[in-house]
């Protein structure tokens, strides 16, 4: 089923997609590129993102990939994130890669702010053409000047108010997530041998898991996010750590065992509460252990499904609960084989 985005998009480059046939094409802030399955000459379009996963679907689908706005184009296509800053970063990125006189469209839906956003950027750059459809809003921009230099700062990594190394197009940037430092607790001087951290982020529990834990031989961060990932390298400086950009799908093959998995795992895709991506996480962590090994996770109260984890371990310990969090240790997997 089409998005309400994937709908308006369609109509309105239905309408103008003959003026831009040949033309060089991005698009930037999608996680979804079904989103623009109706434009054709999709080698001539790069989707741009930080995600493996959406990368992979992207590259199936047709469309050049890529995680940065390498060249000059006639046109870019933002669908606006949820995050305000993240916006604001994309719009200064593409208005420098755009070629003098090219054409920018912005998509968004109403309950992303899409109204107040091109109100905010329109009184500097009016729009061109502008459509309300589909609970939303989409409009067509032409390059004069470069008016928004100012906001290529938000692509930048800074230090937050714990002194990690983050940007806003990663999970909880300003500060280290509440759950995340239960989790911490309850795995300190528990771990050892080989250790893997599913949805790493910025490597905050990577970091105290070594730090905490001297009998650690290797950690191995696995993140889905471009921008998560270089940061961890930024904020991890220790041997033992090894860093893979990988969606969680692409380690379902991986040979080696690990004597412990960490993991906050996610929950979401973009706004939408998304569980069975929460599942996956659980499924593919019990793949993960050896038959002796454990699972440390933390979840966010209202999504703790102990029906799940029974399906994949034979021993659930809670090791930790308030109104908010669970903190499990989950051990004995029942999968064995890959």
């Not at 060089?24 to 079904?34: C, Q, R, V």
């Not at 994130?81 to 990125?93: D, F, M, P, V």
């Not at 454990?294 to 966010?300: G, H, I, Q, R, T």
């Amino acid at each position: 089923m089409q998005s309400l985005a994937s709908q308006r998009f369609e109509t309105f480059w239905n309408q103008v997609a003959q003026s831009y046939a040949d033309q060089k094409l991005a698009i930037i802030g999608s996680e979804k590129p079904f989103n623009f399955c109706c434009i054709k000459n999709k080698h001539l379009c790069h989707f741009i993102s930080n995600a493996k996963d959406t990368l992979k679907e992207a590259k199936n689908l047709g469309f050049v990939i890529s995680t940065i706005l390498n060249r000059y184009y006639d046109i870019i296509i933002l669908e606006l994130t949820k995050s305000r800053e993240t916006n604001l970063g994309l719009i200064a990125l593409a208005e420098e890669s755009l070629k003098d006189g090219g054409k920018m469209i912005i998509n968004g839906d109403n309950k992303i702010g899409i109204k107040s956003f091109l109100q905010n950027i329109s009184y500097q750059w009016p729009p061109e053409i502008t459509m309300i459809k589909k609970k939303g809003r989409i409009a067509l921009y032409q390059k004069k000047k470069q008016l928004f230099g100012r906001w290529k700062k938000y692509q930048g990594f800074d230090k937050n108010n714990d002194g990690y190394y983050t940007r806003c197009d990663m999970f909880s940037p300003k500060e280290i997530d509440e759950g995340s430092q239960k989790l911490v607790s309850a795995f300190s001087t528990k771990l050892f041998g080989e250790v893997a951290d599913l949805g790493a982020g910025w490597g905050y529990l990577s970091k105290e898991a070594l730090r905490l834990n001297n009998k650690i031989t290797r950690i191995t961060l696995f993140e889905n996010n471009y921008s998560a990932y270089l940061a961890s390298k930024k904020n991890i400086d220790d041997e033992r750590a090894t860093f893979r950009w990988a969606s969680i799908e692409n380690i379902r093959n991986l040979r080696l065992r690990f004597n412990h998995v960490i993991c906050n795992p996610p929950f979401h895709s973009g706004r939408q509460t998304d569980i069975e991506l929460l599942k996956s996480f659980i499924f593919y962590s019990s793949r993960l252990i050896n038959p002796r090994g454990s699972v440390w996770m933390v979840f966010v109260s209202g999504v703790y499904f102990e029906n799940e984890l029974k399906k994949y371990f034979d021993n659930i310990k809670l090791l930790y609960k308030d109104k908010h969090y669970f903190v499990c240790q989950l051990l004995k997997p029942k999968i064995k084989e890959v």
